[in-house]
């Protein structure tokens, strides 16, 4: 029987492991060949590609790589691990990474803090280098969201539409993200029960390979340094938001029902609409 199902569109995926190749009786899973793969098209994008079309030098990207690459890392890790502690963690379970829990937003307050460090002792405009290397963030996110696919994790609720996704339960990373509306509408297939759910990794992969182009195309247009970063936050901020509502293993705030990247959502979508409009404001009194 298939592992992964999209019944709609007439897709089916079989014999999807999550271990991509042994080293020497080592696991390594595919989710950490997502992420690896990842940070090297983060890398090239952000450190070679684009530098390059807007005529820097890319030594100057890749020298913040080999800070940034870590820190972003290590950045996504406590940020998951912070907020998902319970009483079932021990203290080595917060470096095994090999099989998820790392959250973007992570990444991004710890690239953003990197960033500013770096800019100020190269002496370099903070919001143009973020201009440039904001692409090699998005197209890494995009890649590496396949690793939630292989793992069967970060999920949507129930959905019976277009782009539905049937998951076999018995192999859900996470059987507490299951609903009870997903047994409720599950489907029985030679003994093994499905669950049909929203693909939200590929809406959100999708919405950033697409962010990732138009920016991209609108580089050589852009009216204020700083501009790419701001529809980054806007268009990223406002996505997540309806994704993260989707989501049935949502990182809660202690003691609340409130998502974190809901929160964080909302901070950076205003962040990046108010820069657009002080930007294009300061632009329209001073032509």
Request: proline share 2%; aromatic share 16%.
């Amino acid at each position: 029987m298939p592992d992964i199902i999209f019944p709609n569109l007439g897709i089916t995926f079989n014999n999807i492991s999550t271990v991509a190749f042994t080293v020497f009786g080592f696991e390594i899973y595919w989710y950490a060949v997502c992420v690896v793969l990842g940070i090297i098209a983060g890398v090239y994008f952000g450190a070679i590609f684009a530098p390059k079309r807007t005529g820097q030098d890319p030594n100057l990207y890749m020298d913040f790589a080999l800070y940034v690459v870590p820190a972003c890392i290590i950045g996504a890790r406590l940020f998951y691990v912070i907020f998902a502690w319970d009483h079932t963690w021990t203290f080595a379970r917060i470096f095994d990474v090999r099989q998820g829990g790392l959250a973007i937003y992570g990444v991004v307050i710890m690239a953003i803090v990197t960033a500013l460090i770096y800019c100020r002792a190269k002496k370099v405009s903070f919001l143009h280098f973020a201009d440039t290397g904001i692409v090699g963030l998005i197209i890494g996110h995009a890649i590496g969201r396949f690793g939630n696919f292989v793992n069967r994790e970060a999920f949507g609720a129930y959905t019976d539409g277009l782009f539905a996704m049937e998951l076999r339960l018995d192999q859900v990373h996470n059987i507490s993200t299951v609903t009870q509306e997903m047994m409720d509408n599950a489907a029985i297939r030679n003994g093994i029960t499905y669950i049909s759910v929203h693909p939200t990794f590929l809406y959100e992969a999708s919405i950033n390979f697409a962010l990732f182009i138009a920016l991209n195309l609108y580089r050589k247009h852009k009216k204020f340094n700083g501009e790419l970063l701001a529809y980054y936050f806007l268009v990223y901020g406002v996505v997540r938001f309806f994704l993260e509502g989707l989501r049935t293993d949502q990182l809660l705030l202690a003691g609340t029902n409130l998502s974190t990247a809901m929160i964080m959502s909302v901070i950076i979508a205003v962040l990046g609409l108010g820069f657009l409009i002080r930007g294009y404001s300061k632009r329209r009194l001073n032509p």
